[in-house]
């Protein structure tokens, strides 16, 4: 494990190096980027480089070994969902008075503390900054730098008011990452109190270069697919579900071609029936309706003749035929249903009935 591990955005990446072998790393840096584009790796991965025992220099300048003890134990904390999960299933398991005061923190190393999110609020509270502000003037025990991570940009107001504090003066030791979807999320007066480093989307054969790599058993036609589904984003690609994918696509392709030409619904009875009911029920049911909006979306870009816009490229002559028996207007219409079951379901209304309606309402407008 090293840099070049870190995929894309090589010029920033390049640029970070060089202000750790000038020792100009700033204090507080805002590293903001489209979801999935590597904020929380490459910070954890800037963590190991000022950490590691090692710090070899590759190509000129500094990198980490991904071997001693610092790298191995901040590696640790790399899997952010998992060690999310952990500390929030610890947490369920205190006493009611432990439970109100502990807050959600993520450390695999004495000197690195990651402050994600914390549950049900989903925000970043200000016990957690406190935690911060406790710790940082500590000099650091076993590495060379103190780093936290807020790995959120959504800060509970007073929470924000207490980070501002530390901003004015982080001492000389640590260094302060907030990652952000978009800096705009932040501050003004956090802003300025910190260095932007913006990361930007992948381009398609960024992404399927990745994937060649990282999942040589996908063919080039399911690489390319999932290039284009995740929107830029390599860590969405990487992590991409493409048997669940498929099986949903499967099921929503049915559902179309039955709604467009209205005859034969054994089929389509038979995958409603699959909906119903059971735990993984919403979940089912909602990427079944992303991948509708993706299929209607492909056939609009169809109607439009722009084919080089179509995601679904593995099946794209299905789709062309597809798109023989509707015009622009069933589409936008079915689109709209199609929100309308959206909004059903947020509603929480019967999973099930509102997936019928929605096959109905679409036949009422082939009629
Ligand atoms: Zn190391």
Redesign the pocket.
Known sequence: MSFSDFHGNSELVHSVRDMLARDRFPHAVILAGPSGSGKYTLSTMIA?AM??????IVDGLPD?????????RIAEMEDLESRCAEATEARENLKEAEKRETRLLVQTHPDVLAIPPDPPQMMIKVDQVRRVIDSIYFRPGEGRERVFIFTDSAFMKEAANSLLKVLEEPPEFATIFLLAENSGELLPTIRSRCMTLQLRSLSLSEIEDYLARHHPEWKPQQRALVARLSEGAVGRARNFDLEGYAASRADALTILRTAMRATDHGELFKITETYRAGAEGREKIERLLRCLYSLLQDLMFLEAKSNALVRNTDIIGELQKLSQSADFDWLSSAAQRLGEVERGLRRNLLRSLSLDAFEAALEKTTA
């Not at 950490?51 to 070899?56: D, K, Q, T």
């Not at 980490?64 to 191995?72: D, E, I, P, R, T």
């Open positions: 190991r950490n590691c025992l090692e710090r070899p980490f070994c991904g071997k001693c003890s610092n790298c191995v």
